[in-house]
Nanobody
Framework: QVRLVESGGGLVQAGGSLRLSCASS????????MGWYRQAPGKQRELVAS???????NYTDSVKGRFTISRDTAKNTVYLQMSSLKAEDTAVYFC??????????WGQGTQVTVSS
């Protein structure tokens, strides 16, 4: 069974940085386009960044220039480096597939809270 495990969230002041990690037990990320999603209270889950198996990245406009997605194939891990954090970045962050319609079962996510 695929299990996604997100970590690295926390409470940070506006302007600060955090690095999120996503690992998996049960499946390899090799060859897959992976993404980081977030869900703020009362809002729908949104894709904020994605990375292809070849390393091409894409970002939603609100995080461009502030967030960087990367992957370590040897560690089967995907990262999200977040800088210049804003209060509106407060959300639970998840990782999952980011191409096609299929998604693995969602993990618990990691809470990011940015205080202004």
């Amino acid at each position: 069974q695929v299990r996604l495990v997100e970590s690295g969230g926390g409470l940070v002041q506006a302007g600060g940085s955090l690095r999120l990690s996503c690992a998996s037990s049960g499946i390899s990320f090799i060859g897959k386009t992976m993404g980081w999603y977030r869900q703020a209270p009362g809002k729908q889950r949104e894709l904020v960044a994605s990375i292809t198996s070849g390393g091409s990245t894409n970002y939603t406009d609100s995080v461009k220039g502030r967030f960087t997605i990367s992957r370590d194939t040897a560690k089967n891990t995907v990262y999200l480096q977040m800088s210049s954090l804003k209060a509106e970045d407060t959300a639970v962050y998840f990782c999952n597939l980011a191409s096609g319609w299929y998604r693995w079962s969602w993990g618990q996510g990691t809470q990011v809270t940015v205080s202004s």
